[in-house]
C-alpha cells in the first residue's frame, strides 16, 4: 500500500515488516572544476497512486520511485535525472525501512551488512524467526546497497534504513570500494531491486536463482581440474636483504656469492640439492605439484618483492639462467607439476625506481606470462599476486579471459569476488580465518575449489572444518622446502577425509 511519501505496509504472512516508508534523499553530490559539491537534498514529492510511482523534484533534477509486487517480491525501480550541468558522481538514497520479528542472526550489533555487486550479485539475506527476507540488485551494474545499521541498537535491533548509495558514504569502513557510477549531465539511471520473503532456510541462492543464473551465465564453470592433491609453496629467496654478494637473497644466506662464477657454480648445487630435498618433502605429502614464489629473486623491497614475470628471470637474476631450467626439469623428471608467481601488472624499472605499473590489457599480459613458462618449464600451475585490493579485485572477466585461453593451467588468485569460482582456485590462507570454499559458492558452482595456504595456521582448532573442505574439494598448499609440523597434519587430514590421491574425478586415496 502507498500514501503520500512512499510505502504504508509491507505485509508477508500477515506481518507488516515495514518500518518507515517515507522516501529519503540524504545527500547528493556534484563533480565540478572546483572539485565535488554538495546538492540539495531538498524537494517537493507527490504520489501518482495510479501508476504506484513516487516523483521527487529537485533543484537539480528529479527521482522517480515505481513500486511493484510480484508474488513474494516487493519490487522498486528508482530513476535519477540529473538536470544540472555537472556529473552527478554520490547519490545517497534511503527508500524505506524495515521492522523484523526478532534481530536479524546475520546481524552482530555492529558490522554493516552491505553489498556492492562488484564481482558477483549484491544479495543480502536477513533471517528472522522461521521467516528470511533477500535484498536483491536486479541489475549487473556496480550499487552500494544494504542495511549498514540497527537504527534501535542496542535494545532490540529489528529496525533497519534500507541505503543504496554510488559515489563512496563516509561512515562505511574504509575497506569498502567507492562505487564508480556517474550520472552525466541531462542524462538519468535506474536502479531495480526488490526485497524477497521466504523461509529462514531458503539460501540466497535460492532466493535470488533468476540473478545468480544470470551471473553464472556471464561467468559460466570454466574449470576442469579433476586433482585435489596439496600443492607445495616454495620460495627461493628472502626480500630485500641488501646481502652484497648475494642481493636476490637466495636460500636465506647472506654468505652466498651469486655475482663470481665459481660462485654461481655453488649456488647452482645448493638450489639443486634444496629441490632434491623439496621433492622429497613433496613425495610424503603425495603432493601434485609446486609453485616457485620467486624465480626471479627478492631484490626488491614491497610491494614489489614478488616481481611475477617469468620472462625477466634471466635478465633480474643472471645468476639463475643456467640454474632454472635444471632446477624446474628435477620437479618434471619426478613426476610434479610445476608452476610460478605472475603478476597482471607490468615491472617498471626507470634508474634506482623500480615499481609495478598498471597494464593496459591485464589479461594479455598473464597469457604472455603464462605461455613462457609453459614453453620453457612446462608449468601448469600459477599463483597470480596482487590481482586488486581484497575488497576490490580485478573484474572476473579478465580471469575468464585468461581461463579461456589456457585451459590446462590452474588459475590461484590472490583475491577474488565469487565470478572467479568459475574459471580459477582463489587463493586464501587458514592463518586469516579460511577454512573452506564459502558454501555460496559450491552452490552455484558445483565443482569449484579454493586453495587454502596452512602455513602458521592452527590446523588442530580447525581440523573439523578443514576435513570437510578437503573431502569437499579444497586443495591445501603447504610449504614444500622444509618440514613444517603443519605438513604432517595436512597429511592427517587428506586421510580423514578419504581424499588420498587422484581418481578419475581428482579424489582417490593417499599412499601409505
Not at 563512496?168 to 536502479?191: K, W
Not at 526485497?195 to 559460466?220: H, N, Q
Not at 641488501?242 to 655475482?259: C, K, S, V, Y
Not at 598498471?358 to 604472455?368: F, H, K
Amino acid at each position: 500500500m502507498l500514501d503520500a511519501r512512499g510505502l504504508s505496509l509491507i505485509r508477508y504472512h500477515g506481518v507488516n515488516y515495514l518500518g518507515s516508508g517515507d522516501f529519503r534523499l540524504n545527500a547528493v553530490k556534484f563533480q565540478t572544476a572546483a572539485g565535488l559539491v554538495d546538492g540539495s537534498p531538498s524537494g517537493t514529492c507527490a504520489m501518482n497512486r495510479s501508476a504506484a510511482q513516487l516523483n521527487c523534484s529537485y533543484p537539480w533534477g528529479s527521482i522517480s520511485v515505481h513500486y511493484g509486487i510480484s508474488n513474494n517480491r516487493l519490487e522498486f525501480a528508482i530513476t535519477t535525472k540529473n538536470d544540472s550541468p555537472n556529473p552527478l558522481t554520490g547519490l545517497f538514497l534511503e527508500p524505506l525501512s524495515i521492522r523484523l520479528t526478532t534481530k536479524p542472526s546475520e546481524y552482530d550489533g555492529n558490522t554493516p551488512i552491505l553489498a556492492d555487486n562488484i564481482g558477483e550479485p549484491a544479495v543480502l539475506k536477513l533471517t528472522f524467526g522461521t521467516d528470511a527476507l533477500i535484498l536483491v540488485d536486479e541489475d549487473p551494474r556496480p550499487l552500494m546497497i544494504g542495511f549498514p545499521f540497527a537504527a534501535d541498537r542496542p535494545q532490540s535491533m529489528t529496525l533497519f534504513p534500507l541505503r543504496i548509495n554510488t559515489g563512496r558514504e563516509a561512515t562505511y569502513p574504509d575497506s569498502l570500494p567507492a562505487i564508480n557510477r556517474p550520472i552525466a549531465p541531462g542524462a538519468s539511471d535506474t536502479y531495480h531491486l526488490s526485497l524477497r520473503f521466504g523461509p529462514a532456510a531458503m539460501t540466497r541462492c535460492e532466493g535470488a536463482s533468476d540473478v545468480y543464473a544470470k551471473f553464472k551465465a556471464r561467468f559460466p564453470q570454466q574449470l576442469r581440474w579433476k586433482d585435489r592433491r596439496p600443492i607445495a609453496s616454495l620460495i627461493l629467496g628472502t626480500t630485500a636483504a641488501g646481502w652484497p654478494m648475494n642481493p636476490r637473497g637466495w636460500l636465506l644466506d647472506p654468505n652466498i656469492d651469486a655475482l663470481t662464477a665459481s660462485g654461481i657454480r655453488n649456488l647452482r648445487r645448493r638450489i639443486l640439492d634444496w629441490a632434491d630435498n623439496s621433492i622429497a618433502i613433496m613425495r610424503r605429502m603425495n603432493a601434485q605439484g609446486m609453485v616457485t614464489w620467486d624465480i626471479e629473486g627478492e631484490q626488491y623491497p614491497q610491494p614489489t618483492t614478488y616481481i611475477g614475470d617469468p620472462r625477466l628471470f634471466a635478465k633480474l637474476a643472471p645468476e639463475m639462467s643456467d640454474i632454472a631450467d635444471a632446477y624446474f626439469e628435477k620437479f618434471r623428471k619426478a613426476g610434479f607439476r610445476v608452476g610460478v608467481c605472475i603478476r597482471p601488472q607490468q615491472l617498471v624499472i626507470e634508474g634506482r625506481e623500480v615499481h609495478q605499473a598498471t597494464a593496459t590489457d591485464p589479461a594479455a599480459l598473464m597469457i604472455a606470462k603464462i605461455n613462457y613458462a609453459r614453453q620453457r618449464w612446462g608449468a601448469t600451475l600459477f599463483y597470480v599476486d596482487s590481482n586488486g585490493e581484497p575488497s576490490n579485485p580485478m573484474s572476473p572477466e579478465i580471469f575468464a579471459r585468461v581461463a579461456a585461453a589456457e585451459p590446462d593451467v590452474l588459475l590461484i588468485p590472490e583475491h577474488e569476488t565469487l565470478g572467479y569460482y568459475g574459471s580459477t582456485a582463489p587463493y586464501n590462507e587458514l592463518r586469516g580465518g579460511w577454512t573452506s570454499s564459502p558454501p555460496l559458492v559450491r552452490e552455484l558452482y558445483p565443482g569449484a575449489f579454493s586453495v587454502i595456504n596452512i602455513a602458521d595456521g592452527n590446523i588442530d582448532a580447525n581440523q573439523a572444518q578443514l576435513t570437510q573442505a578437503v573431502a569437499d574439494g579444497d586443495i591445501l598448499l603447504f610449504r614444500g622446502w622444509y618440514s613444517d609440523p603443519n605438513n604432517a597434519k595436512a597429511r592427517a587430514l587428506y586421510r580423514a577425509a578419504s581424499v588420498e590421491g587422484q581418481s578419475a574425478d581428482g579424489r582417490g586415496k593417499l599412499a601409505q
